[in-house]
Every structure is written in C-alpha cells, then in structure tokens.
C-alpha cells in the first residue's frame, strides 16, 4: 500500500502531496502528528518502536505518532493511528504544534510540521506487534530524568517534543 502524506508550508497550508517514504527522503516539509497519553495517576504511556521500523527502530517514544492522509483531518488521523497501533481510542485534546527538522544515519529526513495532541486513558493497552515492540507508564520526572541521562534510547522527535509538553502542562495548570 502507498501511502502518502501531506506537504505543508510554515504555516500548515497544504501545497500538495507526496508518496511518505520520498518525502522522508527528500526532507520535504510535510504534515504529522504526536500523541501524548497519560493515565490518571499522571503518568505518560511511553512506547518501544518495533525492531522492523524503518528509522528510529528500538527507541523509546509517546505513546502514538504518523501522518494524516490526504483529504484527512489531523485529528481523525490521530484517533485512527491511536487504534491501530495501541488498540483503544479516547478523548484528544490538540495541545500545541511545532516544526522539527532531523536527519537519520539512513539517509532519510523527518522533517515536520508536527500537531501534539494529549489525551488521558486508564484501560488495557493492546499494541501491534508491527508497530510497539514494548510500552510502560513512567512519572513525568523520571521520563525527564531518563532522557536527560539516556537521550539515545530516545526518538529525535521525543526529545523535542517533550520540554515542549512540560511547559504546556504547566502554562494550563496555571
């Protein structure tokens, strides 16, 4: 199955549309998202990408993150990707947004405009083996503590992402 993903400019105004595997190649901007769950005893649900993953494979990362189709709003994309990889579907609220720019030893680039979305679920996790190789639920501090001592079993978009997360957690909580 092709799929393919949304170019965008700055702003988030689509410009067109490419195949998903040669926009990572040519690093063009495209539209993507990041999905944060936490349970209510405040902790986030963090996931071990499968080995088979074509960049990032192995690394530790938020509980979903993919790309909208085209003719797809970002937030039933992210309900849809929620289910496929996980196995359970709740409430989402859109929390910020922001651009990264990374590039991989495999020549591929992640260059996105990424929409973060936040979301809190208590029951069973049920992940796709092609998708999550491991999950756990980790307190904010350890997961910052974690990072700060391990950034390298960490995906490049997860360590951008989530100073990011913490300060909109706080900036609500005010």
């Known amino acids: 199955m092709i799929t393919e993903v949304i170019l965008v400019n700055e702003q988030d105004e689509a410009i067109g549309k490419m195949e998903k595997l040669s926009a990572h190649r040519t690093g063009l901007l495209h539209r993507a998202f990041s999905i944060f769950i936490f349970n209510t005893k405040g902790e986030m649900l963090l996931h071990q990408r499968a080995a088979n ?23 039933n994309a992210a309900h849809r990707r929620l289910r496929e990889e996980l196995g359970f579907d709740t409430i989402l609220e859109h929390a910020f947004s922001f651009i990264y720019n990374t590039p991989f030893d495999n020549g591929l680039t992640e260059h996105e405009l990424d929409h973060v979305f936040v979301g809190v679920y ?9 998708e999550v190789k491991d999950f ?39």
């Not at 993953?53 to 937030?75: D, Q, R, V």
């Not at 208590?122 to 092609?130: C, F, I, L, S, T």
Request: hydrophobic share 30%; glycine share 2%.
């Open 122 to 130: 208590d029951g069973p996790v049920n992940p796709n083996e092609a």
């Open 53 to 75: 993953k074509y960049h990032s494979p192995n690394l530790w990362t938020n509980a979903c993150c993919s790309h909208p189709m085209p003719g797809e709003e970002t937030i």
């Open 136 to 174: 756990c639920y980790m307190k904010m501090d350890a997961i910052k503590d974690s990072l700060n001592r391990h950034q390298h079993k960490y995906t490049s978009w997860f360590t951008i992402a989530f100073p990011k997360l913490e300060t909109h957690l706080e900036m609500k909580s005010l």
